[in-house]
């Protein structure tokens, strides 16, 4: 069964070797990556801005997830990053783009 989220922040996630990316979420998305975080699966996550609009981008990039990636579960064993496809990464940067974060 595939997610029904509604994204609606940008975060910034830290792996467990440093390096960092940018993702568009929503509160309970983030709540995982703050329970990965604790568990050891990545390195950190923090919130960059709330309440993003609701741009064609935005629409977008929340059908690619909705179809291709779960809410996992609170047992979840290990952090999933959400891959993108060549179009969706260049979906991501026109989002931060719009909201001034890239």
């Known amino acids: 069964m595939k997610s029904n989220e509604t994204l609606n ?28 975080a604790v568990r050891g699966f990545i390195e950190s996550v923090r919130i960059l801005q709330l ?25 979840f064993d290990h952090f999933e990053e959400w891959v993108k496809t060549p179009e969706m990464q260049e979906v991501v940067n026109t989002i931060l783009r719009e909201n001034h974060i890239a």
């Open 51 to 75: 309440n993003i609009p609701r741009s064609s981008s935005l629409i977008k990039y929340e059908k690619y997830i909705n179809e291709n990636f779960e809410m996992p579960a609170e047992d």
């Open 9 to 36: 922040l940008i975060e910034e996630i830290t792996r467990k070797d440093g390096t960092k990316y940018y993702e568009i979420s929503n509160i309970p998305q983030n709540g995982r990556a703050e329970l990965a």
